[in-house]
């Protein structure tokens, strides 16, 4: 079946500007986490939803920084007045709840802030 | 919050030898340990796992270890070859408080033919 996307893959934006990045999870996973990878650095949780529980946001790095989940599907992350610092790759993963733990990848949206 | 440290950063192995990555963490509440493959330009994708009910997993040229006490866990690649070179990314969670992954800062894994 398919796997999570995510959309765009790359996204070039100016200082300041405002943008939104999407994760489309595998179908009947409940829970999306957000996590942010600098160049050549591991990964870093941002934020974790889980079916219809208040978002898990401990990760996020400033209050510029809001994700939402509409209908316990889709998730977009948006980062306002976006900084030099926000360029990354930001990767979506899904995974059931129970028995199956194992988080699926997106192939990540490549932000550069210049 | 949890840390974990990964060792080494960069690891270069002659094809067939052996390839050792080891990580430490913090938080003894953590209970599962996933190794993530990171080919160039790819996704993570899992490649084992272990939670903290057992020592050692294998799979294949594949196992990992855990020492709870010691609070480390180690990969082990056997027979290497040259389609295993990647990056590696140990991570830790605990699976009760979302499994929210805690990653190490990756070791690059280049096997020479």
């Known amino acids: 079946g398919a796997g999570v996307s995510q959309s765009p893959s790359n996204k070039v934006t100016e200082k300041g500007k405002d943008v939104e990045l999407r994760c489309d999870p595998i179908s009947g996973h409940t829970a999306l986490y957000w996590y942010r990878q600098s160049l050549g650095q591991g990964l870093e949780f941002l934020i974790y939803f889980q079916g219809n529980s208040a978002p898990d946001k401990s990760g996020l790095p400033s209050d510029r920084f809001s994700a939402e989940r509409t209908g316990g599907s889709v998730s977009t992350l948006t980062i306002q007045r976006t900084q030099q610092e926000d360029s990354a790759v930001y990767l979506c993963a899904s995974s059931l709840v129970g028995a199956e733990y194992e988080q699926y990848f997106g192939p990540g949206t490549r932000l550069t802030v210049t | 919050g949890e840390n974990v440290e990964q060792h080494p950063s960069t690891l270069s192995v002659q094809e067939g030898d052996s390839a050792v990555i080891k990580c430490t963490y913090s938080?003894?509440?953590?209970?599962?340990f996933p190794w993530y493959k990171q080919e160039l330009g790819k996704r993570p994708q899992l490649i084992i796992d272990i939670r903290s009910n057992v020592g050692e997993k294998k799979d294949q040229r594949i196992a990992v270890t855990l020492n709870k006490t010691a609070k480390h866990f180690s990969l082990h690649i056997t027979e290497t070859q040259p389609e295993d070179s990647a990056v590696y990314f140990c991570?830790?969670?605990?699976?009760?408080?979302?499994?929210?992954?805690?990653f190490g800062g990756g070791t690059r894994v280049l096997v020479k033919p």
């Open positions: 938080d003894s509440a953590s209970n599962y």
């Open positions: 991570a830790a969670s605990i699976e009760a408080a979302g499994n929210k992954l805690t």
